[in-house]
């Protein structure tokens, strides 16, 4: 029988405000053990807790046209949908909500006193303020929730709310799945998988899992809820608890905090205050700047990255120029050398690379010689003014290429061959040899015509 999946995310993003969700302990780590904390966030009889503004304003700033604003009870955010992908391949996928939260302590065991074991516990961690956000149901592939998770990772990172990131412990994710046969609508016994702590290992997890119950309806058996725990080492599932549902929390309000009210100027001015979007800032790059569709979506990845093609363009390059140098080249270099865009532009300020990518335009240095530029520029901290506006002339002059087009005509006389007997797509394999021999100075155009004039005579005899 064939089944399908019916799967669920809840998102917990760490938010990056300075202080903690209900007191001013430092949101800070690193710290040792057990020093950012206070009676409020160790939960001490007698501390009065008080709502961190900022954390709310961030939660808004999320919720904004993601859902309509509004905890167990009320949530901050409902409904909505996020979008997904780009072009005619983008896809909204359906919320519930969105809460917030504070983190819990964390645990460290077994460990040694002594000659005994003992469990740690670190309370720095607690009180640090989460978003969670909740999902339907709506996802049938693992891919969709990887999708999802990227595309939720973006916007949080472009509003500046969280770094995002799963490894470091900024977003986490469970996932709720359950299968059943393909076709029918009726919703099979669901299971919770914990410790994600990557995309990766949310795709490998919800894939482990969904097996098991395949091949547990297949044998007869009857699926149990459960909490499970993900091991991405070992890609190995186990059971966590058992049977637990929303009554086991005793969800109660708490007393020393009042209600929450947002009120519509709140709200109004959150929404002032959000960026152009996302997935807004792709589809006027593909317009304003005539983009292709796949360099406007990496371009749009980060709004760094925006940024960063909007200020070149500006600053005299042409915006696809820019766009492309962005998305094949720059980003390249940032994930190569582990620094964000602003440690790029330390090293690369933005007049001399403008200067680059202009004269790159004018054909005054090649492309490949620009990159090795830029390399020599961001490896060996060669100076960007004088490397950029001098260095890598390029050559275009007949006195200088025309004996390399004829050594190149001597040196390949198969391809000649194949050439002047109509294959011309060996035409470019001795571009590549010309422009290899002129160290990649030559201005490829003048070698092509070149080459096409030269081949064009007799073939000496």
């Not at 900022?54 to 949908?81: F, H, K, M, N, V």
């Not at 460290?108 to 074991?117: Q, T």
């Not at 725990?229 to 009042?258: C, G, N």
């Not at 390399?404 to 194949?418: K, S």
Request: aromatic letters at 6%.
């Amino acid at each position: 029988m064939a089944y399908e999946a019916v799967i669920g995310l809840e998102c917990h993003i760490q938010l990056n405000t300075r202080s903690k969700m209900f007191c001013d302990c430092p949101a800070a780590f690193g710290a040792e053990a057990n020093t950012n904390v206070c009676p409020v966030c160790l939960g001490l009889p007698g501390a009065l807790p008080r709502a961190n503004r900022a954390a709310i304003d961030s939660a808004l700033r999320l919720g904004i046209d993601r859902g309509e604003i509004t905890q167990y009870d009320r949530p901050l955010c409902e409904g909505g949908a996020l979008p997904v992908g780009s072009g005619g391949r983008q896809r909204s996928f359906e919320l519930i909500r969105i809460h917030v939260e504070e983190d819990t302590g964390k645990s460290f065991h077994p460990e040694r006193f002594g000659d005994r074991p003992v469990s740690r516990v670190d309370f720095n961690r607690a009180g640090v303020p989460l978003l969670e956000l909740v999902t339907q149901p709506v996802f049938r592939e693992t891919a969709e929730c990887s999708a999802f998770l990227t595309g939720l990772r973006r916007l949080v990172r472009w509003l500046a709310i969280s770094d995002g990131d799963m490894e470091k412990g900024h977003m986490r994710c469970d996932a709720n799945v359950s299968i059943r046969p393909a076709g029918t609508t009726q919703l099979g016994t669901k299971t919770e998988l914990k410790n994600l702590n990557s995309i990766r290992g949310v795709e490998k997890g919800l894939a482990a899992e969904i097996a098991r119950q395949k091949r547990a309806l297949e044998a007869g058996e009857t699926i149990e809820q459960a909490t499970l725990l993900y091991d991405a080492d070992h890609d190995k599932l186990a059971v966590m608890r058992s049977k637990e549902y929303a009554h086991d929390y005793r969800y109660f309000p708490e007393p020393d905090l009042p209600l929450l009210r947002v009120s519509a100027v709140w709200i109004a001015q959150a929404r002032e205050s959000l960026p152009e979007l996302p997935w807004e800032a792709e589809r006027r790059l593909e317009t304003e700047f005539a983009l292709s569709g796949e360099v406007a979506s990496i371009v749009g990845t980060d709004r760094e990255y925006v940024r960063l093609m909007e200020d070149l363009a500006r600053a005299g390059v042409q915006p696809r120029t820019a766009a492309n140098w962005v998305a094949n080249v720059v980003i390249a270099h940032i994930n190569r050398l582990g620094i964000d865009v602003g440690g790029f532009r330390e090293r690369v300020p933005l007049a001399p690379f403008a200067t680059l990518l202009t004269r790159i335009e004018s054909g005054q240095v090649t492309a490949t010689a620009a990159k090795s530029l830029l390399e020599e520029v961001l490896d060996q901290g060669a100076d960007p003014f004088t490397r950029f506006t001098s260095g890598g002339q390029a050559v275009s002059g007949d006195d200088v290429l025309l004996p390399l087009v004829r050594a190149v005509i001597a040196e390949n006389q198969g391809p000649v061959e194949q050439y002047r007997n109509g294959k011309t797509a060996t035409l470019g394999f001795l571009v590549g040899q010309v422009m290899k021999k002129s160290g990649s100075q030559a201005v490829a155009q003048t070698v092509r015509e070149l080459l096409v004039r030269e081949l064009s005579e007799p073939a000496a005899t």
